[in-house]
């Protein structure tokens, strides 16, 4: 934000305010063109009003008046062409000098046709690595603009870099998609929502995916605000946001997650210096907002009743305020901009932990932002801040232990119970802890559709009832055992599976393969499947017989290769999973609550930049 921007947005609001259009008489004339003595004498009588010389005055203008002939010029094409006109602002990572161009294209054409044209317009190699976003959303290059609420003379906000930035930028967003998209798939093997302590959080299976697949795009974006990609983090959060509208699960407005969300693209939009999107700023701050306070009480005070003054949480308070006085700043409202700014300003002073304890902490082992976030949590307070994080530590370690239980849970009953509709884990591990048969807690919990007290009753006062509805247990088929055996499963793990999918050898096989708690483990499998398959292959098939080496697998059937060959193929669409996830993991936090971790530099920048703007 530049003295000059502010010159602009004080001069166009005195403009609305004493309903002075510039592309009318006495100020321009059809014809003629710009009346230079009108246009000099309101530039002198504004000038003052404001406070700037008359020459910026006069400068601003004249601009303030070219731009809006274009976009009476561009209105009258449309209306008799029907091509529209966009203004393009093209950014970059760091929210550098953009490059504004103006481009053409009917609002009946599909997405791509921009596509097209800007990559076209700014000399660009390949138009889908052009990511268009109007009003808060990317543009799909499948639908039509009009289709997407693309209008003429509306500005537009373009993300790409030079041609090899731009081919790195948009091929790992593409990366990034398909690799939440196999994560996701995995049966919670390797992602799965957790509340601030560590607690898994559990949903039926459709919105779980959902709510996952937006959720772990945010966390990718979240990871690039960090690295200060504001670009990708963008386009990131976008995603995230797409894919959050498409829940319909009323967790949304019981967690803080999608208002954080809209507080990070709107973050994005100022360090990317975009004030194209400045409605849709305001709309995310709102929602931000509203969401804050059905979390936190309306002033935020249940919040600061359950954890002090002096939460951690209190800095995205203090972010929201910042971007609201950005926001009004714009938008010439001074008066509440200054009220949100001092406000802002008032928390961040607050905030600010001591660096010299914040090294101490990291002298004795801790990280550093587990030392911030409990340094605000504790009033600066170093012994307090220590207990902190040993108390915090535990407490999300205890959780996990849960966690892991309910989820080996989760899993079996996925496989057990796949007829039955959704059951809760942790409905199933809560009522086993109460000593109740699992098989006997699976039926009850399937009849009350997850209810915990029904359940209860049920098992309490019609047990038997619950017991003669059981299907019959069927006894482990010892050949199918002795073949997963073979394969390289441990007996116990594979006598479960055979229970658990009632004799199912390629279901066994799927389960056995999930519940690997290393990528070591499967290896070992995938080599004895391997071994398996070319001992008694056309040139092994003797192989076994011909020697006498105990150690080489015994001759299988051809129904029995075939099934190994699938089980094989398995293993590696799961070895894939695995590589997706260390790609995926590589630049996250190992640290649950991040999102609090705001250090406040850059905010403190911001927040000095305005108010000075604020003062002249």
């Known amino acids: 934000m530049t003295q000059i921007d502010n010159t602009f947005i ?15 008489e006495p100020y321009y004339l059809d014809g003629v063109g710009s009346i230079e003595s009108e246009m000099d004498r309101l530039a002198g009588t504004l000038s003052g009003d ?31 062409t029907g091509l529209a006109t966009f203004n393009v602002r093209c950014v970059d990572s760091k929210g550098g000098t953009a490059q504004i161009v103006e481009v053409k294209c009917s609002l009946g054409a599909p997405g ?156 994005c939009y100022l360090c990317l210096k975009n ?7 305001q709309r995310r701050l709102e929602i931000c907002e509203k969401t804050f306070r059905l ?30 006085g950005v926001v009004f700043f714009h938008q010439n409202r001074r008066d509440e901009a200054y009220e949100r700014l001092e406000e802002a300003g008032k928390a961040l002073d607050e905030l600010k932990a001591s660096d010299d304890h914040i090294s101490l902490l990291v002298e004795m082992g801790y990280d550093e932002s587990e030392a911030r976030l409990a340094l605000r949590s504790c009033g600066g307070n170093v012994d307090r801040a220590i207990q902190f994080i040993q108390e915090r530590r535990e407490k999300i370690s205890e959780e996990r232990k849960t966690s892991a239980r309910v989820s080996q849970l989760n899993q079996e009953l996925k496989e057990g119970n796949s007829n039955r509709g959704w059951i809760d884990p942790r409905g199933v591990a809560r009522l086993i802890e109460m000593g109740y048969e699992r098989r006997l807690v699976v039926e009850a919990l399937k009849r009350t559709k997850n209810n915990i007290d029904r359940s209860l009753d049920l098992l309490q006062n019609h047990s038997e009832e619950l017991r003669a509805n059981l299907p019959p247990a069927l006894a482990v088929d ?31 096989v799927e389960y056995l393969l999930k519940s690997f708690a290393s990528k070591s483990e499967l290896v070992g499998v995938i080599r004895a499947m391997t071994r398996i398959l070319e001992e008694n292959g056309p040139s092994g098939s003797n192989r076994a017989t011909n020697n006498n080496d105990p150690s080489l697998f015994a001759n299988f059937s051809g129904s029995k290769l075939t099934l190994i060959q699938r089980a094989l193929s398995q293993a590696k669409s799961e070895m894939e999973t695995y590589t997706a996830f260390k790609r995926f993991n590589e630049d996250l936090s190992d640290n649950n609550p991040d999102y609090l971790d705001l250090p406040l530099i850059q905010e403190e920048q911001i927040l000095i930049e305005y108010r000075q703007l604020l003062e002249r």
């Open 10 to 24: 004080k001069l166009r609001a005195q403009l609305r305010e004493r309903d002075i259009k510039l592309w009318e």
């Open 50 to 80: 404001l406070g700037i010389s008359v020459s910026n005055c006069r400068c601003a203008l004249t601009e303030m008046q070219d731009s809006a002939l274009r976009k009476l010029a561009a209105r009258k094409e449309f209306t008799e």
């Open 112 to 267: 791509s046709e921009l596509q097209n044209a800007v990559s076209k317009r700014m000399g660009l190699t390949d138009p889908s690595h052009v990511k268009c976003i109007s009003a808060g959303r990317i543009i799909d290059g499948q639908r039509t603009l009009a289709a997407q609420g693309v209008k003429n003379g509306q500005q537009l906000m373009i993300v790409v870099g030079s041609q090899v930035q731009g081919q790195e930028l948009h091929e790992r967003i593409q990366r990034i998609r398909a690799d939440v998209e196999v994560i996701v798939d995995a049966d919670h093997r390797f992602m799965q929502m957790e509340d601030q302590n560590g607690r898994q959080i559990f949903l039926p299976p459709i919105e779980n995916r959902s709510l996952l697949m937006a959720m772990s795009m945010y966390e990718k974006g979240r990871a690039a605000i960090q690295r200060e990609q504001f670009d990708e983090a963008l386009l990131l959060l976008l995603e995230a946001d797409e894919l959050f509208s498409q829940c319909n699960s009323k967790f949304l407005e019981a967690v803080d997650n999608y208002a954080l969300l809209n507080l990070d693209i709107v973050w």
């Open 275 to 281: 004030i194209t999107q400045l409605p849709d700023a």
């Open 295 to 324: 979390s936190y009480g309306d002033q935020f005070d249940r919040l600061y009743s359950i954890k002090g003054s002096s939460c951690p949480e209190r800095a995205l308070i203090m972010r929201l305020r910042l971007l609201q």
């Open 478 to 508: 010892e050949t199918l055992l002795s073949t997963l055996q073979q394969l390289g499963f441990q007996a116990p793990s594979a006598r479960v599976a055979l229970e658990t999918t009632e004799n199912d050898f390629p279901k066994a």
